[in-house]
């Protein structure tokens, strides 16, 4: 992503930023709330509660987490190239296509380690397949890819109604899904490490591929900080122009990126289909591609930041379930409206704060320079 302001040391642009962003966003949705008759701070005592309060709420909250650090890591990727993949939701709706025809194919012949594997390569293979045309069509025609990715999550919709209407629901069934995988195509819950330290993870569908995710996160790390082609991303991201007369390939660039980004968001589709339905179903991915933007927007497009942005969402997404049955006055759209603040002012609005950040930062640096360069001179 580009960086019109002066450079700022990471712990700032990452940390102090987006927590600056957060805390406005959950002022001004304080005082929304406050509009309606509640009391803001009993809500958000609920809403943390309810997220991290007990051990069913946390294995929901890591449920949800998963979801959200496949697509904003697949998000976070376009963005470094200048890129905007808009189409998550359809390239993990074609993820989790692969992951059904692993499972249908293995789950009655061997273990769920020997078809996780697979499942995860076909995943992110059917995922990278449907952001290539989008890429190939940005790269060779100039069709802006936000257009295209957001067409083709309307196309994925379409075709899998089709699958699995037509052809993957079992014969004299009327439900539009496939048959229930055995279990060597389900993956374990998290259920025994809550065990361990004493919490009871309840019906929360949490599992193994919470790992698969930080996995994902280290690769995207050394993908795009520490590879040849990584290093090319960040400068067609930063400048296109230079980036061409430097001899990188635009075209190269944007497929590769849109690839990678592709499989990143087809991956997703492991957690919901392998791990809590154990079947595939219309609609599973349920907005997860379009929270990823938010995610990656306020997780800085680097993969600590979007695991922390991802909890974040994961406690809004729990928390806020909780928060509307405690008070029914907080519906489930007020948490939209929480969650659009968010994306506001972590997004829109993310650079308001950091000129004042900026100044302040400098502040401090030339007092403790002052206050060195004193200390030297008495002693």
Request: charged share 10%.
């Amino acid at each position: 992503m580009s960086a019109p302001f002066e450079k700022l040391p990471t712990w700032v642009e990452v940390g102090v930023i987006p927590l600056v962003n957060v805390v406005v966003a959950f002022l001004v949705a304080g005082l929304v709330v406050l509009f309606i008759g509640e009391n803001p701070l009993e809500a958000v005592k609920i809403l943390i509660w309810g997220a991290l309060g007990f051990g069913e709420g946390v294995g929901f909250t890591l449920f949800y987490t998963t979801n959200f650090i496949f697509t904003g890591l697949a998000v976070a990727v376009a963005f470094h190239a200048g890129l905007f993949n808009i189409g998550g939701e359809g390239q993990a709706y074609l993820g989790g296509l692969g992951v059904a025809v692993a499972a249908l194919a293995l789950d009655r012949y061997v273990p769920w380690w020997v078809t996780l594997p697979v499942a995860t390569v076909l995943a992110a293979l059917f995922g990278a397949a449907w952001a290539l045309i989008p890429a190939y069509l940005q790269a060779k025609r100039g069709s802006h890819i936000v257009i295209t990715t957001i067409m083709f999550n309307f196309i994925a919709s379409s075709l899998m109604v089709w699958l699995l209407v037509d052809h993957l629901s079992p014969v004299g069934s009327m439900q539009p899904e496939t048959r229930t995988f055995e279990a060597g195509g389900t993956l374990p819950e998290l259920g025994g490490l809550f065990h361990l330290f004493g919490a009871d993870m309840g019906a929360a569908p949490a599992n193994i591929s919470i790992f698969v995710a930080l996995a994902a996160c280290v690769f995207v790390y050394y993908f795009i900080w520490r590879t040849k082609i990584g290093y090319e991303i960040r400068a067609t991201g930063l400048n296109p122009t230079a980036a061409v007369y430097a001899g990188i390939s635009t075209v190269k660039i944007t497929i590769v990126t849109m690839l990678v980004s592709g499989g990143l968001a087809g991956l997703m589709a492991l957690n919901p289909v392998m791990g809590d339905q154990q079947r595939l179903q219309i609609d599973f991915v349920q907005g997860a591609g379009f929270v990823g933007i938010a995610v990656a927007l306020m997780g800085r497009a680097h993969p600590v930041g979007v695991v922390l942005a991802a909890f974040l969402f994961g406690m809004l997404y729990q928390g806020g379930a909780e928060l509307a049955f405690d008070m029914p006055t907080i519906s489930r759209d007020m948490i939209v409206v929480i969650q659009a603040l968010v994306i506001l002012f972590a997004g829109a609005l993310e650079h308001m704060f950091r000129p004042g950040i900026g100044r302040a930062f400098a502040l401090m640096s030339t007092s403790q320079r002052e206050r060195v360069v004193a200390e030297e001179e008495r002693s």
